[in-house]
């Protein structure tokens, strides 16, 4: 009895310390998303987003009564982009705080490694290994301290753009061409003058995409062509500034959402997908009536659009009702109230997928040694209640796993269930 009663003792034990291992694993791929840090709402945020990992956020100004001389922060943060979560409970982390700016140019360096931001003609990056910020390209006069700019990076060269960021001579704006590994900057030459616009980089089509304020809004530019118009096709959407536009699956596709139009004074609640292919628009469902917003700061991973912030302009000028986050899933068009970190990662190396193989590798085999040291301690004290005879164990007695084998026997198995008016010019 004494020996029956230690070897349950110390299989009992043994199973406790492996369901604690998996208890440990399990909140590995399942973080809780409580936190103390909660970012002030701002509109005009500088952004930049690596998919399947994170949103940077920095800067802006309050959303309540945008106007010039209006108080910008140098509030910095991050959105946790590979873990699920609620839209009213995103997984922030709060950075160093950096340039105090407002709708200004932010890009992330080829290797995600620098997030840098061009503030007031100054270039800043923030080195995520070290989390501390530094000037890399200092003021000088041929950089344009204009709002309303985007930069966008090469991957292919780590080569920088900035559409109408580069005063020329005459004062005409070009493009800016940064390189952060000479910190030198230089002209190129833009074939038009566009207003208000934004700009996004297709890999998959090597091109910068640049989406004007017009009604024939779209032109690339090939770092080996120069620069091209664009006739779309599809759902054209309307003209409007200060929308979002970011690239999805590697730049197969660019995602408009919102945005300010001047037709209407007021801010929008639209969302557009824009095949890079084929160049055609796809209108989805807007967003709630409440859910209108400009000057948002984006991101996209896992099939989603994340908007963080920005404001309603015009006649229905007024706070963020509808929510500080918004979530739309481009792959099945509709409007979500949470982020799901498990969808498409267009980078078959997306750490993701590493982790999601490292972490269900871990939970299968602690599973399994759980569930095959259970068996043995059914069987273990099954026998041991049997009367002995003789020295034969259980005579005419079937084992654990022999009688469910023999229990199926011949059964098929079961198959498992299945910034408006500002202008550069």
Not at 32 to 53: I, R, Y
Not at 207 to 221: G, M
Not at 397 to 424: A, N, V
Request: net charge positive; hydrophobic share 35%.
């Amino acid at each position: 009895m004494a020996r029956h009663t230690r070897s349950l003792t110390s299989t009992v034990h043994l199973l406790s310390h492996i369901s604690t291992l998996l208890l440990i694993v399990s909140s590995l791929t399942s973080p809780a998303h409580a936190q103390s840090f909660q970012p002030a709402v701002q509109t005009g945020s500088s952004s930049a987003f690596v998919e399947g990992q994170v949103l940077y956020i920095l800067g802006g100004t309050p959303p309540s009564g945008i106007l010039y001389g209006t108080p910008t922060t140098t509030q910095a943060f991050s959105i946790d982009l590979s873990v699920p979560w609620n839209a009213s409970s995103p997984v922030y982390k709060k950075l160093s705080d950096g340039p105090s700016t407002w709708s200004r140019p932010s890009t992330l360096s080829s290797d995600n490694k620098n997030w840098f931001n061009l503030v007031n003609g100054t270039g800043y990056v923030y080195n995520v290994d070290s989390a501390a910020w530094s000037t890399v390209i200092p003021s000088n006069n041929n950089i344009n301290t204009a709002y309303g700019l985007s930069a966008v990076t090469d991957p292919s060269t780590g080569l920088i753009y900035i559409p109408g960021g580069y005063l020329a001579s005459k004062g005409d704006p070009t493009m800016l061409k940064i390189d952060l590994t000479k910190k030198s900057t230089e002209s190129v030459a833009m074939s038009d003058l566009f207003g208000d616009y934004t700009a996004a980089w297709s890999a998959s089509a090597n091109s910068l995409i640049l989406y004007t304020e017009s009604a024939d809004p779209l032109n690339t530019y090939n770092p080996s062509k120069g620069w091209s118009h664009i006739s779309p096709k599809g759902d054209v959407p309307a003209p409007r500034t200060d929308a979002c536009f970011i690239p999805a699956y590697g730049g197969k596709k660019m995602v408009l959402f919102g945005g300010y139009s001047r037709a209407q004074q007021a801010s929008l609640n639209d969302v557009y997908v824009l095949d890079v292919g084929s160049m055609r628009w796809t209108r989805g469902p807007d967003a709630p009536a409440t859910a209108k917003r400009d000057a948002s700061a984006c991101g996209f991973s896992s099939d989603y659009l994340v908007a963080w912030g920005g404001a309603v302009t015009g006649s229905d000028q007024g706070t963020l009702s509808g929510g500080t986050v918004l979530v739309y899933d481009v792959k099945n068009m509709a409007w979500s109230d949470g982020y799901d970190s498990t969808g498409s990662p267009s980078n078959p190396d997306d750490p993701r997928r590493k982790a999601a193989v490292i972490g269900g590798s871990v939970l299968g085999v602690l599973t399994l040694i759980v569930l095959v040291l259970g068996g043995v301690y059914l069987y273990k004290t099954k026998w041991q209640r049997e009367p002995r005879t003789g020295g034969e164990k259980n005579p005419g007695k079937k084992g654990f796993f022999s009688s469910i084998l023999s229990k199926h026997s011949g059964q098929k198995p079961r198959r498992e269930m299945s910034s408006k008016d500002t202008y550069y010019v």
